[in-house]
T-cell receptor, first 118, second 116 residues
């Protein structure tokens, strides 16, 4: 699979579990994003990374912990989640995130991880 | 703050027919991008088409075209010769200029069903 890949595609976890979502982009991009997609709500941006540095945290609770070891990989570590955190988590990448001014390049999305918190 | 509104939660169209999905947005910026993304049941969010606000010419991509009315802040998507594979959620998105203003702001989506 090319482009942006995400694993696992489905995840069920209890509220006391610790799990991680993985995203990998094969596009040579420098910026990566985490989004949350809940039913009947618009996509919500969670985090932005540009050249491995976090540039935005959109007031996300600390039970979500992102990690970006390099420009190709992005993780979302999950700990002590709540049932309302159940959603589709989408990863995206772009050439850059526009932090130096100018428009952000077009974002390309992965297939998402469907998360269910019991 | 920018907002994006898709007023049609669901639509259906017969195969080979034409359908238009509506999108309006609100912004005080003059320079921005607008997007249509498609999310089929496989959940992969796929870029359909992109429009730069300073370009008066409407963007086209094969069977997909937009009607961009900047003054009216309207950005509709026309799908010609609809195919069964066009069945998906369609999201309209706005992107401003620079830093956090460049975040994609999505509408709630329109669920399109193409019927044989």
């Amino acid at each position: 699979e090319t482009g942006v890949t995400q694993t696992p595609r489905h995840l069920v976890m209890g509220m006391t579990n610790k799990k991680s979502l993985k995203c990998e982009q094969h596009l040579g991009h420098n910026a990566m994003y985490w989004y949350k997609q809940s039913a009947k709500k618009p996509l919500e941006l969670m985090f932005v990374y540009n050249f491995k540095e976090q540039t935005e945290n959109n007031s996300v609770p600390s039970r979500f912990s992102p990690e970006c070891p390099n420009s190709s990989h992005l993780f979302l570590h999950l700990h002590t989640l709540q049932p309302e955190d159940s959603a589709l988590y989408l990863c995206a990448s772009s050439q850059d995130s526009g932090t130096s001014g100018g428009f952000r390049e077009t974002q390309y999305f992965g297939p998402g991880t469907r998360l269910l918190v019991l | 703050a920018q907002t994006v509104t898709q007023s049609q939660p669901e639509m259906s169209v017969q195969e080979a027919e034409t359908v238009t999905l509506s999108c309006t947005y609100d912004t005080s910026e003059n320079n921005y991008y607008l997007f249509w993304y498609k999310q089929p049941p496989s959940r992969q969010m796929i870029l359909v088409i992109r429009q730069e606000a300073y370009k008066q010419q409407n963007a086209t991509e094969n069977r997909f075209s937009v009607n961009f009315q900047k003054a009216a802040k309207s950005f509709s998507l026309k799908i010609s010769d609809s195919q069964l594979g066009d069945t998906a959620m369609y999201f309209c998105a706005f992107q401003g200029y620079g830093g956090s203003q460049g975040n994609l702001i999505f509408g709630k989506g329109t669920k399109l069903s193409v019927k044989p």
